[in-house]
Every structure is written in structure tokens, then in C-alpha cells.
């Protein structure tokens, strides 16, 4: 069973920092793309971030400049740092795995900013 354990959320304020982690296993990490989703109430889920196996990444608009996802090849994780917090970007922060047709999904991590 894909395991995708994520930590790092909480309360923090407008303008605030928070880091994301994500853990998997090596052979997941080695083949599949690796993302953050966020979903807000009432809000479809929407992809934040991503970064392949080769290392591109991907950032969403709504939070370029102040987002950066990397990963740890030795831990087989991955990392959503979130910088300049804005109330809009409270939601539950799911890590995900992707290859194809695939998809596993982390338990989700809540994010609240306070304005």
C-alpha cells in the first residue's frame, strides 16, 4: 500500500510562512510525480504544485513567487514551501502521487491564515 505522510500544517497569519512535508517510499518517489493539491470549502481540489521524478516543477499561478515545492532525493520527500500567506490560501493541503492514470493521496493537512 502507497503511504504518503504528510505534516506541517497549522494557524499562522497573513504575510506568515509554513513548510509542508511530505514522506514516501523510494520506489515511489523514483517514478511518480509528486504534488500538492489544496481544497477549500466548498471549493473544488486544485492543484498547487508538482515536481516529476526528473525534477521539473510546476507551480499553479495563484502562487507563483510565493510557493516553492522541492524534494530530498535521500529522504524520498517532498516540500511545499509556503511563503507571503494569504487568507485565500486556507485549505486542507493533500501531498499526491501521480503516474499516469494512477493516484495516491496523503490524509491532508489543514492550513488556516488568518487575516
Known amino acids: 500500500q502507497v503511504q504518503l505522510v504528510e505534516s506541517g500544517g497549522g494557524l499562522v497569519q497573513a504575510g506568515g510562512s509554513l513548510r509542508l512535508s511530505c514522506a514516501t517510499s523510494?520506489?515511489?518517489?523514483?517514478?511518480?510525480?509528486l504534488g500538492w493539491y489544496r481544497q477549500a470549502p466548498g471549493k473544488q481540489r486544485e492543484l498547487v504544485a508538482a515536481?516529476?521524478?526528473?525534477?521539473?516543477?510546476t507551480h499553479a499561478d495563484s502562487v507563483k513567487g510565493r510557493f516553492t515545492i522541492s524534494r530530498d532525493i535521500a529522504k524520498s520527500a517532498v516540500y511545499l514551501q509556503m511563503d507571503s500567506l494569504k487568507p485565500e490560501d486556507t485549505a486542507v493541503y493533500y501531498c499526491?502521487?501521480?503516474?499516469?492514470?494512477?493516484?495516491?493521496w496523503g490524509q491532508g493537512t489543514q492550513v488556516t491564515v488568518s487575516s
Open positions: 523510494a520506489s515511489i518517489f523514483r517514478i511518480f510525480t
Open positions: 499526491n502521487a501521480n503516474r499516469g492514470a494512477v493516484n495516491h
Open positions: 515536481i516529476t521524478n526528473g525534477g521539473k516543477t
